[in-house]
Structures are given as C-alpha cells and as structure tokens.
Antibody, heavy 116, light 112 residues
Framework: QLVESGGGLVKPGGSLRLSCAASGFTFSDYYMTWVRQAPGKGLEWVSSITSSGDAIYFADSVQGRFSISRDNGKKSLFLQMNSLRAEDTAVYYC???????????WGQGILVSVSS | QSALTQPASVSGSPGQSITISCTGT?????????VSWYQHHPGKAPKLMIF???NRPSGVPDRFSGSYSGNTASLTISGLQAEDEADYYC????????????FGAGTKVTVL
C-alpha cells in the first residue's frame, strides 16, 4: 500500500514537501517514482529514484526545482517541491516500479494547488 | 520527446472488442519492450493492466491483451464489460535521465 500526504494550497514561488508511506512490501528493494496529473490533463512522469537512493532522475519541467529522496528505514518516499508554479497544480501519485519498467502499485494521489 | 499518441476516445457495446493504439518513436515504443498499460478510474489509483508489451499481472482478466508493431503498441479489450469504462494510458520507458518515461495522453473508453 502507498499513501501520499503533504499536499495542499500554496502560493506561486512557495514550497511543499510530499511524502509517500509504503507498507506491505520490502520498500528498499524497489525503485520509486512520482507521477502527476494536472486538471483535465493526462499523466506525466515527474521523478524517479533508485532503490538505494544513489541515483535520481527528473523531468525537464521540474529539474532544478524539485528533489526526490527516500528513507528506506522508515519506508518513505519524498518529493520536495520548490519555486512552485501554477502549472505544477496537479494530483501527485507515488508509484512502485516493478522489475519491468512498469508501475505495479500506485497511491491514491494527493492534490497540490498552486495559486495566489 | 513528445507524449505518445493515443486516440482521445474509443467506445464499444458490451461483449464487443476494442483496440487502443499507442504510437511513439524508435526512441521509446519501438526501441524497448517496456510498454505498459494502465486503467484509471477518476479519483482512484491507476491500475497496471499490461507490462512489457504483452504480459498481464496476476488478477488482470485475460480479456485484456497487448501487442505491438514497429513504433505502435496496442491494447485490446475483448468481451467489453461495463466495468471496463475508464481512462487508459500507455507508458514507454525511454532510457534517458530527463524523460525516463513517456506517457500517452490517455484514451477514454466508453461502454455503450
């Protein structure tokens, strides 16, 4: 099970930190990913992190503003979002990457709204 | 890389078969056998339906099948049922660091 938290309303230029709590599997064995869906739009890959956290990847749209991290001891994934823009408004999902570059478990999603 | 191209909507009657296409390039769909398909009911978590182009996770009905040819992958739903009405997305791995995964824009499946 994956449960996101930390979303909410923030002003442009502000920051927010999303968390994703994992249970029911060996968290440290899996790459993890954040995906988002803006209102009325499709899904968009945001960022991924390896199982040990030694490599991270970001979409061009968030490069330099977002960071991803994990705490394997606490079975948690994080997304630190800085310099937020209106276009970052979306439901953010955390997802587990299975061994075949697919996402076999997803959270229910958390809404992030960026507005003045 | 642009998003993968999917039809905006596909519809069918119960019991019929429908196919959703997902067209990319040789850098994504055509370059890797890592295309996956997801069913998304609004407000719920997306659900993996097909991985590695053809494979179904356990618990997914065999009415769902995947295929591909060249730069286009396809999801076929046979024996369409009311509960299949949802949005469907394809995703392809790309192997790059700034766009590791490229998504389709989604297809709304309507059961008439």
């Amino acid at each position: 099970q994956l449960v996101e938290s930390g979303g909410g309303l923030v002003k442009p230029g502000g920051s927010l930190r999303l968390s994703c709590a994992a249970s029911g599997f060996t968290f440290s064995d899996y790459y993890m990913t954040w995906v988002r869906q803006a209102p009325g739009k499709g899904l968009e890959w945001v960022s991924s992190i390896t199982s040990s956290g030694d490599a991270i990847y970001f979409a061009d749209s968030v490069q330099g503003r977002f960071s991803i991290s994990r705490d394997n001891g606490k079975k948690s994934l994080f997304l630190q979002m800085n310099s937020l823009r209106a276009e970052d408004t979306a439901v953010y999902y955390c997802a587990r990457e299975g061994g075949s570059h697919s996402f076999d478990y997803w959270g229910q999603g958390i809404l992030v709204s960026v507005s003045s | 890389q642009s998003a993968l191209t999917q039809p905006a909507s596909v519809s069918g009657s119960p019991g019929q078969s429908i196919t959703i296409s997902c067209t990319g390039t040789s850098s994504d769909v055509g370059g890797y056998n890592y295309v996956s398909w997801y069913q998304h009911h609004p407000g719920k978590a997306p659900k993996l339906m097909i991985f590695e182009v053809y494979n179904r996770p356990s618990g997914v009905p065999d009415r769902f099948s995947g295929s591909y040819s060249g730069n286009t992958a396809s999801l076929t739903i046979s024996g369409l049922q009311a509960e299949d009405e949802a949005d469907y997305y394809c995703i392809s791995y790309t192997g790059t660091t700034t766009l590791a995964y490229v998504f389709g824009a989604g297809t709304k499946v309507t059961v008439l």
